[in-house]
């Protein structure tokens, strides 16, 4: 398992990922996606990235750039990534439309 990032950690290699759209090494991706699957679960059992709800701004930009980055690339995560997506968007119109919003924003370039 990679190491733990730390939120400042997390947007900075963010904001290096929008400098340059190639692929970004694994384990530093292994480790941003580790900490989105750790988002809290809410007390009705629901977890939130893209709405009111979602636990963080950090949470928020994680969810939006592995939608891009899941869009053009197939890794060993890419799959547990879906499958909590599906789940979370049919727990929350708030999240699925934040989830519509955010992708409209990698189809519209």
């Known amino acids: ?6 939120e400042k950690e997390i947007l900075t290699f963010l904001e ?3 400098a340059d759209q190639g692929s970004p090494p694994t384990e ?3 480790a941003v996606h580790r900490y ?12 939130h990235w893209y709405c009111a709800h979602t636990p963080s ?3 928020k930009e994680i969810a939006v750039y592995l939608i891009y980055f899941f869009a053009f690339n197939r890794t060993n995560i890419a799959g547990e990534w879906m499958d909590q997506l599906e789940k979370l968007v049919a727990q929350c119109e708030g999240c699925a ?3 519509c919003r955010a992708r409209s924003v990698f189809t519209g370039k």
């Open 97 to 99: 439309r934040g989830f």
């Open 57 to 59: 701004a950090v949470h």
């Open 36 to 47: 989105l699957q750790g988002s809290p679960v809410k007390h009705d059992g629901t977890v």
């Open 28 to 30: 530093p991706l292994t």
């Open 1 to 6: 398992m990679p190491p733990s990032m730390s």
């Open 16 to 18: 290096t990922r929008k």
